[in-house]
C-alpha cells in the first residue's frame, strides 16, 4: 500500500494513513478519537474509577465504557443500584445505600424508627402492622391494628398492658401495688403487720401495726406463744417452753393458753425401793394430792437375808455373807444364831460365835455345866463350872509333888498355896 502522509490515522477500523497500522496499533493516531475504557471485572458495563485506558475499541479486560463502579466483582453493584440490602433492627429501618456513580457506596442509607411505633418484621423490613402488644415499641400497646401510646397514670384504661405503669385496676391507671380509683384493696402488701389506705392521690399510705401474726402453738410438750407485730415484722413474741417438770407426783401438759400444771393420780411411783445392808425401804407412791408420801417404810430384809441390789433383797443364800447379823446360811436359808445355852452343832450357830460341849456360850466360858471346858491346865487351881455357865479357877492346897529320895536325903512332898506349888519340899537326912 501507498503510504499518505497527509491523512491522519483515527479510530474506524481503517488504515488511514496506508502505512499499514491501524488504529490504536498506530503511533501516529489521532488521540482525539480514542474512547476510554476502564477494566469492567464483573462485565456490568461499569469499571473501577481511576483504572482507564484509551483504546479505539474494547480489548481484553478494558471493556467498560463508563466509570464509577462501586463494586467491580459484583455484577448486580453499579452506578445507581444498591450495593447492600436494606437493614431493620429492633425497631430501627436503615434504607440501602446506592452507588453514586463516582465509586463510593454513598446514596441513601438513611436510619429512622419505623413508622407507627411498630418493631421490624425481620432483617431487612418494619411491620405493617401490629397483631399483638409484642409488636409494638417499648411503651406502645397494640389496638385495631395500629401501636398506641401507653396511657399516663390517672388515664382511664381497659387493661394493664395500655398503662406505663402496666397497672390498670378499677378503669384506671396507676403505678403497679398501689391503689386506682380510691380501692384500700389495691394497696394490700400481703404483710399482715401492716396497716394500707389509698389517699385522695390513688397513693397507697402503710402504717405498721401491733395486730398478733401468729397464734401460740404446741408441738408435743413445748409451748410457743403467740407473736406480735413490731416496727412492721412479725417478731415480738415466739418465745418456747418446755411443759415438763422434774416432781413425779406432777402432771404437765401444753395448752394454747400455755403449760398447765396438775397433781398425779394416787398410786402413781415417785421413789424407788432402796436396800442397803439388811435394810429395805419399800417404793414410795403419789398420794394423788402432789406429794410422794405414801408407802416408803423401812424395815430389815425379811428371812434374815441381806440387800441383793440397791433396791431389793436376797431370797436365798449361798453363803454366811449374804446372811444378816445374828443369822446364818443353813441349806439355802438364813437362820436365827441361837444365844447360849442352847444346843448347836458348831459356832456359827452361835450369836456367841462358840459352841462347845453342844451347847452355845460365849468364848473361853464352860457350856453345858461341864468343868472340863473350864481346865486353865494349872494344878493348883480347882476348876469349876458355875450354874450361868460360868468357869471358876478357885486355889486349892492340893499336893503338886510328891516326896522322893534325893542321895541319901528325903525330900518331903510339895502342896499348893495361892495358886502356886510351894509349900513343903524340905529335904532330911536319912
Known sequence: ATINPDAQEVCDGVDNDCDGLIDDGDPSIDITTYSNYCTDGDGDGYGAPGIEKCLCKAKGKWTGKQGGDCNDDDLLIFPGEPCKDPDCEWYFFTSPTICGGDGECNVGGETA???????????????????TNSDCIENNFCIAGACTGKKANGSQCIEHSQCQSEHCANGYCCTQGKCCGGDDNHCDDTNLCTS??????????TLNNSFMCAAATCDQNVFTT??????????DGGVQENCVGNDPCKSWACTLSGCSESNAPKGVLCELAACNGNTLTTPTLCDGLGECTWGGTTLPCPGGYICDNETECLTACKGQDECADNYYCNQSQCIPKKPNGEQCGDNLQCGSSHCGGGFCCDEGICCGGKA????DVKVCTSDLCTPTFQCKNAFNSEPCKAGFCDAGNWVEAKFCNNGECILGGDAKSC
Open 196 to 205: 394500707n389506705s389509698c389517699d385522695e392521690q390513688f397513693e397507697c399510705q
Open 226 to 235: 403467740a407473736k406480735y407485730c413490731k416496727l412492721g415484722a412479725c417478731a
Open 372 to 375: 472340863v471346858d473350864c481346865d
Open 113 to 131: 424508627p419505623c413508622p407507627g411505633g411498630l418493631l421490624c418484621e425481620n432483617g431487612s423490613s418494619c411491620k405493617d402492622k401490629c397483631l
